[in-house]
Protein backbone atom coordinates (compact mmCIF):
# COMPACT_ATOMS: atom_id res chain seq x y z
CA UNK A 1 0.00 0.00 0.00
CA UNK A 2 1.50 3.12 -0.70
CA UNK A 3 0.48 7.15 0.59
CA UNK A 4 -1.62 8.68 -0.97
CA UNK A 5 -0.35 10.92 -3.52
CA UNK A 6 1.85 8.50 -4.50
CA UNK A 7 2.15 6.14 -7.45
CA UNK A 8 -0.24 3.05 -7.17
CA UNK A 9 1.65 0.06 -5.75
CA UNK A 10 0.93 -3.60 -7.19
CA UNK A 11 -1.93 -4.84 -5.55
CA UNK A 12 -0.94 -7.19 -2.50
CA UNK A 13 -0.79 -11.41 -3.74
CA UNK A 14 -3.66 -12.77 -2.52
CA UNK A 15 -3.65 -15.83 -0.16
CA UNK A 16 -3.73 -19.31 -1.36
CA UNK A 17 -3.61 -21.31 2.24
CA UNK A 18 -6.93 -21.03 4.34
CA UNK A 19 -5.20 -19.58 7.21
CA UNK A 20 -3.99 -16.74 5.27
CA UNK A 21 -7.51 -16.24 4.06
CA UNK A 22 -8.90 -16.36 7.14
CA UNK A 23 -6.94 -13.51 7.95
CA UNK A 24 -8.01 -11.02 5.56
CA UNK A 25 -11.80 -12.35 6.13
CA UNK A 26 -11.49 -10.89 9.72
CA UNK A 27 -9.14 -8.11 8.61
CA UNK A 28 -12.27 -7.08 6.65
CA UNK A 29 -14.47 -7.87 9.17
CA UNK A 30 -12.43 -5.66 11.75
CA UNK A 31 -12.39 -2.77 9.22
CA UNK A 32 -15.84 -2.30 8.53
CA UNK A 33 -16.31 -1.29 12.18
CA UNK A 34 -13.58 1.17 12.21
CA UNK A 35 -13.85 3.10 8.37
CA UNK A 36 -16.79 4.91 6.75
CA UNK A 37 -17.35 5.58 2.75
CA UNK A 38 -17.04 9.14 1.42
CA UNK A 39 -16.89 8.45 -2.24
CA UNK A 40 -18.01 5.16 -4.03
CA UNK A 41 -17.37 4.81 -7.56
CA UNK A 42 -18.79 1.22 -8.79
CA UNK A 43 -16.51 -0.83 -5.96
CA UNK A 44 -14.02 1.01 -5.52
CA UNK A 45 -14.19 3.54 -2.69
CA UNK A 46 -12.56 6.55 -0.56
CA UNK A 47 -12.77 5.75 3.40
CA UNK A 48 -12.01 7.68 6.18
CA UNK A 49 -11.62 7.27 10.00
CA UNK A 50 -14.28 8.63 11.46
CA UNK A 51 -13.27 11.66 14.23
CA UNK A 52 -10.20 11.25 12.12
CA UNK A 53 -8.54 13.21 8.75
CA UNK A 54 -7.23 9.88 7.86
CA UNK A 55 -8.47 8.22 4.52
CA UNK A 56 -7.57 5.57 2.07
CA UNK A 57 -8.53 4.05 -0.98
CA UNK A 58 -10.06 0.79 -1.76
CA UNK A 59 -9.72 -1.38 -5.09
CA UNK A 60 -13.03 -3.42 -6.04
CA UNK A 61 -11.42 -6.48 -4.52
CA UNK A 62 -11.30 -4.38 -0.94
CA UNK A 63 -7.60 -4.00 -0.47
CA UNK A 64 -6.24 -0.78 0.39
CA UNK A 65 -4.13 0.77 -2.39
CA UNK A 66 -3.09 4.13 -0.72
CA UNK A 67 -3.53 5.62 2.35
CA UNK A 68 -3.19 9.05 3.99
CA UNK A 69 -4.96 12.53 4.32
CA UNK A 70 -8.80 12.08 3.54
CA UNK A 71 -7.72 15.16 0.91
CA UNK A 72 -4.77 13.52 -0.54
CA UNK A 73 -6.78 9.90 -0.35
CA UNK A 74 -9.72 12.12 -2.85
CA UNK A 75 -7.62 14.18 -5.21
CA UNK A 76 -5.79 11.05 -6.20
CA UNK A 77 -9.17 9.09 -6.68
CA UNK A 78 -10.25 11.61 -8.70
CA UNK A 79 -7.13 11.10 -10.90
CA UNK A 80 -7.70 7.95 -11.11
CA UNK A 81 -11.40 8.43 -12.22
CA UNK A 82 -10.33 11.34 -14.97
CA UNK A 83 -8.02 8.33 -16.88
CA UNK A 84 -10.24 5.66 -16.64
CA UNK A 85 -8.93 3.43 -14.07
CA UNK A 86 -12.56 3.61 -12.37
CA UNK A 87 -15.61 3.32 -14.23
CA UNK A 88 -18.21 5.66 -14.58
CA UNK A 89 -21.24 5.96 -12.64
CA UNK A 90 -24.44 4.76 -15.01
CA UNK A 91 -27.89 7.38 -15.12
CA UNK A 92 -29.51 5.06 -11.60
CA UNK A 93 -27.71 4.36 -8.71
CA UNK A 94 -28.85 2.10 -6.01
CA UNK A 95 -27.61 3.00 -2.72
CA UNK A 96 -27.15 -0.21 -0.68
CA UNK A 97 -26.81 0.22 3.21
CA UNK A 98 -25.79 -2.45 6.35
CA UNK A 99 -26.85 -2.52 9.78
CA UNK A 100 -25.88 -2.22 13.04
CA UNK A 101 -22.50 -3.59 13.86
CA UNK A 102 -22.22 -5.09 10.22
CA UNK A 103 -20.62 -4.42 7.06
CA UNK A 104 -21.21 -4.16 3.71
CA UNK A 105 -20.36 -8.02 3.35
CA UNK A 106 -23.36 -8.29 4.79
CA UNK A 107 -25.64 -7.03 1.97
CA UNK A 108 -23.56 -9.37 -0.85
CA UNK A 109 -26.43 -11.51 -1.39
CA UNK A 110 -28.73 -8.79 -2.03
CA UNK A 111 -26.50 -6.53 -3.79
CA UNK A 112 -25.41 -9.33 -6.18
CA UNK A 113 -28.96 -9.98 -7.17
CA UNK A 114 -29.94 -6.18 -7.48
CA UNK A 115 -26.99 -6.20 -9.91
CA UNK A 116 -27.66 -9.03 -12.05
CA UNK A 117 -31.24 -7.74 -12.45
CA UNK A 118 -31.25 -4.10 -12.99
CA UNK A 119 -29.28 -1.66 -15.18
CA UNK A 120 -27.88 0.74 -12.74
CA UNK A 121 -24.92 1.13 -10.31
CA UNK A 122 -25.10 -0.91 -6.87
CA UNK A 123 -23.27 1.16 -4.58
CA UNK A 124 -23.11 -0.58 -1.01
CA UNK A 125 -22.37 2.19 1.33
CA UNK A 126 -20.41 1.41 4.78
CA UNK A 127 -19.99 3.27 7.79
CA UNK A 128 -18.38 2.43 11.32
CA UNK A 129 -21.66 2.19 13.23
CA UNK A 130 -19.96 2.29 16.75
CA UNK A 131 -17.42 4.87 15.92
CA UNK A 132 -19.60 7.64 14.93
CA UNK A 133 -23.41 8.84 15.72
CA UNK A 134 -26.09 8.99 13.16
CA UNK A 135 -25.67 12.42 12.45
CA UNK A 136 -21.72 11.52 11.14
CA UNK A 137 -22.97 8.31 9.27
CA UNK A 138 -25.74 10.88 7.08
CA UNK A 139 -22.92 13.45 6.90
CA UNK A 140 -20.53 10.15 5.09
CA UNK A 141 -23.59 9.66 3.00
CA UNK A 142 -24.64 12.77 2.14
CA UNK A 143 -20.67 13.17 0.52
CA UNK A 144 -20.70 10.18 -1.21
CA UNK A 145 -24.28 11.27 -2.73
CA UNK A 146 -22.72 14.58 -3.74
CA UNK A 147 -20.08 12.53 -5.52
CA UNK A 148 -22.99 11.30 -8.07
CA UNK A 149 -23.22 12.94 -11.48
CA UNK A 150 -26.01 15.21 -11.04
CA UNK A 151 -28.01 13.47 -13.33
CA UNK A 152 -27.93 10.07 -11.72
CA UNK A 153 -31.19 9.42 -9.68
CA UNK A 154 -30.90 7.99 -6.75
CA UNK A 155 -32.80 4.78 -4.86
CA UNK A 156 -32.02 3.53 -1.60
CA UNK A 157 -32.05 -0.53 -0.02
CA UNK A 158 -31.54 -0.12 3.65
CA UNK A 159 -31.35 -3.16 6.47
CA UNK A 160 -32.25 -2.13 10.12
CA UNK A 161 -30.13 0.89 11.25
CA UNK A 162 -28.90 1.62 7.64
CA UNK A 163 -32.73 3.02 7.15
CA UNK A 164 -31.96 5.46 10.12
CA UNK A 165 -28.92 6.99 7.96
CA UNK A 166 -30.87 7.63 5.08
CA UNK A 167 -33.79 9.27 7.47
CA UNK A 168 -31.35 11.08 9.09
CA UNK A 169 -29.35 12.05 5.88
CA UNK A 170 -33.22 13.49 4.64
CA UNK A 171 -33.07 15.72 7.38
CA UNK A 172 -29.67 17.27 6.23
CA UNK A 173 -30.32 17.22 2.10
CA UNK A 174 -31.54 19.71 0.16
CA UNK A 175 -34.43 19.90 -1.67
CA UNK A 176 -32.85 19.15 -5.13
CA UNK A 177 -31.31 16.33 -4.10
CA UNK A 178 -33.99 14.68 -2.63
CA UNK A 179 -35.87 15.16 -5.98
CA UNK A 180 -33.55 12.97 -7.66
CA UNK A 181 -34.59 9.97 -5.07
CA UNK A 182 -36.80 7.61 -6.82
CA UNK A 183 -37.57 4.59 -4.39
CA UNK A 184 -36.60 2.96 -1.13
CA UNK A 185 -36.80 -0.56 0.32
CA UNK A 186 -37.04 -0.90 3.87
CA UNK A 187 -35.77 -3.98 5.54
CA UNK A 188 -36.28 -4.66 8.88
CA UNK A 189 -36.15 -0.95 9.81
CA UNK A 190 -36.58 -0.03 13.82
CA UNK A 191 -38.25 3.28 12.51
CA UNK A 192 -40.18 3.46 16.39
CA UNK A 193 -37.33 2.40 17.96
CA UNK A 194 -36.22 -1.12 19.42
CA UNK A 195 -37.79 -2.74 22.64
CA UNK A 196 -34.43 -5.31 22.34
CA UNK A 197 -32.32 -1.96 23.11
CA UNK A 198 -34.67 -0.89 25.55
CA UNK A 199 -33.98 -4.09 27.45
CA UNK A 200 -30.08 -3.27 26.66
CA UNK A 201 -30.38 -0.13 28.36
CA UNK A 202 -31.77 -1.68 31.68
CA UNK A 203 -28.49 -3.35 31.87
CA UNK A 204 -25.71 -1.05 33.19
CA UNK A 205 -22.88 -3.42 31.51
CA UNK A 206 -24.50 -3.70 27.90
CA UNK A 207 -25.47 0.43 28.41
CA UNK A 208 -22.01 1.01 29.10
CA UNK A 209 -21.26 -1.41 26.29
CA UNK A 210 -22.98 0.31 23.81
CA UNK A 211 -20.68 2.47 21.87
CA UNK A 212 -21.46 5.08 18.91
CA UNK A 213 -24.82 4.86 16.90
CA UNK A 214 -25.87 2.01 19.06
CA UNK A 215 -25.12 4.54 22.17
CA UNK A 216 -27.93 6.60 20.70
CA UNK A 217 -30.64 3.88 19.90
CA UNK A 218 -29.92 2.18 23.62
CA UNK A 219 -29.74 5.21 25.45
CA UNK A 220 -31.08 8.52 23.33
CA UNK A 221 -34.01 7.56 21.10
CA UNK A 222 -36.29 10.10 22.06
CA UNK A 223 -33.76 12.75 20.92
CA UNK A 224 -32.08 11.23 18.10
CA UNK A 225 -35.36 10.15 16.40
CA UNK A 226 -36.79 13.97 16.66
CA UNK A 227 -34.11 14.23 13.55
CA UNK A 228 -35.37 11.64 11.34
CA UNK A 229 -37.25 12.69 8.40
CA UNK A 230 -40.06 10.65 6.99
CA UNK A 231 -39.27 10.06 3.19
CA UNK A 232 -41.51 12.01 0.45
CA UNK A 233 -40.70 9.51 -1.71
CA UNK A 234 -42.05 6.30 -2.84
CA UNK A 235 -41.10 3.89 0.01
CA UNK A 236 -41.80 0.30 1.18
CA UNK A 237 -41.00 -1.88 4.14
CA UNK A 238 -40.16 -5.62 4.28
CA UNK A 239 -40.60 -6.91 8.27
CA UNK A 240 -39.49 -10.37 8.99
CA UNK A 241 -42.42 -12.40 11.07
CA UNK A 242 -44.17 -15.09 11.69
CA UNK A 243 -47.58 -13.58 11.47
CA UNK A 244 -48.50 -14.32 14.37
CA UNK A 245 -47.84 -12.75 18.27
CA UNK A 246 -45.16 -14.83 18.98
CA UNK A 247 -42.69 -14.14 16.35
CA UNK A 248 -38.97 -15.50 16.47
CA UNK A 249 -37.63 -14.71 20.09
CA UNK A 250 -39.86 -14.57 23.88
CA UNK A 251 -37.69 -11.40 24.59
CA UNK A 252 -40.01 -9.34 22.64
CA UNK A 253 -43.85 -9.26 22.29
CA UNK A 254 -45.81 -9.36 19.63
CA UNK A 255 -44.81 -10.93 15.77
CA UNK A 256 -40.60 -9.88 15.38
CA UNK A 257 -37.61 -11.29 13.78
CA UNK A 258 -35.71 -11.71 16.72
CA UNK A 259 -34.16 -8.49 16.23
CA UNK A 260 -37.30 -6.00 15.25
CA UNK A 261 -40.81 -6.36 16.18
CA UNK A 262 -42.73 -6.19 13.00
CA UNK A 263 -44.69 -2.97 14.72
CA UNK A 264 -41.98 -1.49 15.13
CA UNK A 265 -41.03 -1.43 11.53
CA UNK A 266 -44.20 0.77 10.50
CA UNK A 267 -43.50 4.24 9.56
CA UNK A 268 -46.72 6.20 8.59
CA UNK A 269 -46.88 6.93 4.48
CA UNK A 270 -45.26 3.66 3.44
CA UNK A 271 -46.55 2.58 -0.49
CA UNK A 272 -45.97 -1.34 0.62
CA UNK A 273 -45.73 -3.17 3.62
CA UNK A 274 -44.67 -6.54 3.50
CA UNK A 275 -44.15 -9.44 6.33
CA UNK A 276 -42.20 -12.45 5.54
CA UNK A 277 -41.02 -15.49 7.55
CA UNK A 278 -37.66 -14.40 7.47
CA UNK A 279 -35.17 -13.84 10.41
CA UNK A 280 -33.28 -10.54 10.75
CA UNK A 281 -30.02 -11.29 9.86
CA UNK A 282 -31.10 -13.25 7.19
CA UNK A 283 -33.26 -11.15 5.11
CA UNK A 284 -30.07 -10.23 2.86
CA UNK A 285 -29.95 -14.11 2.00
CA UNK A 286 -33.65 -14.58 1.77
CA UNK A 287 -34.87 -15.16 -1.95
CA UNK A 288 -38.64 -13.94 -1.50
CA UNK A 289 -36.69 -10.52 0.25
CA UNK A 290 -34.58 -9.81 -2.82
CA UNK A 291 -37.35 -10.61 -5.45
CA UNK A 292 -39.45 -8.16 -3.44
CA UNK A 293 -37.18 -5.71 -3.27
CA UNK A 294 -36.20 -5.95 -6.53
CA UNK A 295 -39.99 -5.64 -7.75
CA UNK A 296 -40.45 -2.04 -5.51
CA UNK A 297 -37.49 -0.33 -7.14
CA UNK A 298 -38.87 -1.44 -10.47
CA UNK A 299 -42.71 -0.65 -9.64
CA UNK A 300 -43.13 0.72 -6.34
CA UNK A 301 -44.97 -2.61 -5.13
CA UNK A 302 -44.28 -5.58 -3.48
CA UNK A 303 -44.63 -8.25 -6.21
CA UNK A 304 -43.64 -11.26 -4.73
CA UNK A 305 -45.29 -15.24 -5.82
CA UNK A 306 -43.83 -16.26 -2.94
CA UNK A 307 -46.87 -18.09 -0.77
CA UNK A 308 -45.30 -17.91 2.69
CA UNK A 309 -45.96 -13.76 2.52
CA UNK A 310 -48.14 -13.35 5.75
CA UNK A 311 -49.42 -9.73 5.09
CA UNK A 312 -48.94 -7.16 2.49
CA UNK A 313 -51.14 -3.71 2.32
CA UNK A 314 -54.11 -4.31 -0.06
Excluded at 37 to 43: M, V
Aim: with cysteine.
Amino acid sequence: MTACGAEPAEPEAEPQHWVGKLLVDFRAATDALEWSDERIIGDWRVQRRPGTADGRILDPEDQPVASGSLSACLSQFAQLESTGQIPPVTTQAVIVLHGLGEGRQSMKPLAAHLQQELDATIMSFGYASPRAGLAAHAGSLAAVIAGLPQTASISFVGHSMGNLVVRRWLQMADTQTIARVRRMVMLGPPNQGSDLARLAAGNPLLAALAAGAARELVLHWETVSRDLRTPSFEYGIIAGGKGDQHGYTSLLQGDDDAVVRVAETRLEGADDFLILPVRHSRMMESEAVQQATLEFLKQGRFVTADSSAVESLP
